[in-house]
């Protein structure tokens, strides 16, 4: 497999452009790789990254008015002068000429895209972008799936398309790292809870403890150690100890 040159293919604020596709209220029942509140967050923070970063933004969704439901609000709040496609039941974005024509309108040829379901809704239209001469970013934490082994097959078909994967977090450190010093002044305020709100590490290892209602509401957060990370006992056996 061909390994693209990293220096060519890095993306800036300037040069790229961000596509999410179908994170409808009904469709993203379909997730159960993250829980409904943390898929939901991954989602709304890469949307909050476009906002912040002055992305050109395209929103698809397939039949908003049916079973699937409209685009999640918070989303469309954030983009009040973009037209949400919505697509007559077309699978992949990609067949849709509309959709096309607005990722030609924004005329970046690097695209952040997510789907919320990352076999289908990000695969099918990622992989015919590669096609059509785009370089393409395929946010995995904020795309979709039933379950773990469909999220890792599409990922691993994906790269073969040329299609590299990434997480919504990455997208502010490069998009950052594109811009001049003084531009970068005040983003910090803009930028989602979970990169804003970081701490220094202290040396101890946590882990989120959430409760979620069974409409994917946050009830409940709190932090309590992570005691999985322990030292090895100076009685171990086995070929671990010979190596010791």
């Given at each position: 497999m061909t390994t693209k040159s990293y220096a060519k293919t890095r993306f800036s604020a300037n040069d790229t452009a961000l596509v999410l596709i179908d994170h409808?209220?009904?469709?993203?029942?379909?997730?159960?790789?993250?829980?409904?509140?943390?898929?939901?967050?991954?989602?709304?923070?890469?949307?909050k990254l476009g906002k912040v970063f002055k992305l050109p933004t395209v929103l698809s969704t397939s039949l908003?008015?049916?079973?699937?439901?409209?685009?999640?609000?918070?989303?469309?709040?954030?983009?009040?002068e973009v037209p949400v496609i919505?697509?007559?039941?077309?699978?992949?974005?990609?067949?849709?000429?509309?959709?096309?024509?607005?990722?030609?309108?924004?005329?970046?040829k690097n695209l952040i895209m997510a789907g919320v379901t990352i076999d289908v809704c990000l695969a099918f239209a990622a992989m015919q972008a590669v096609e059509a001469g785009y370089n393409v970013y395929g946010v995995v934490d904020a795309s979709g799936a039933l379950e773990v082994t469909i999220r890792e097959n599409?990922?691993?078909?994906?790269?073969?398309?040329?299609?590299?994967?990434?997480?919504?977090?990455?997208?502010?450190?490069?998009?950052?790292?594109?811009?001049?010093?003084?531009?970068?002044?005040?983003?910090?305020?803009?930028?989602?809870?979970?990169?804003?709100?970081?701490?220094?590490?202290?040396?101890?290892?946590r882990v989120q403890d959430r409760e979620c209602s069974p409409e994917g509401v946050l009830a409940a957060s709190r932090t309590v150690p992570d005691n999985r990370l322990r030292p090895h006992s100076s009685r171990s056996s086995g070929a671990f100890a010979a190596a010791r």
């Open positions: 409808q209220s009904g469709i993203m029942q379909l997730v159960h790789d993250y829980s409904p509140a943390e898929f939901r967050n991954n989602v709304i923070g890469l949307a908003g008015q049916g079973p699937n439901g409209p685009f999640i609000p918070e989303v469309v709040s954030m983009f009040p919505d697509r007559p039941g077309i699978i992949s974005a990609w067949d849709d000429p509309k959709f096309v024509t607005a990722i030609e309108k924004t005329g970046r599409a990922v691993a078909r994906m790269k073969d398309h040329g299609i590299t994967p990434i997480n919504w977090t990455t997208v502010a450190g490069r998009a950052a790292a594109g811009l001049e010093p003084a531009d970068r002044e005040g983003l910090g305020a803009g930028l989602p809870r979970p990169l804003s709100q970081l701490r220094p590490f202290d040396g101890q290892f």
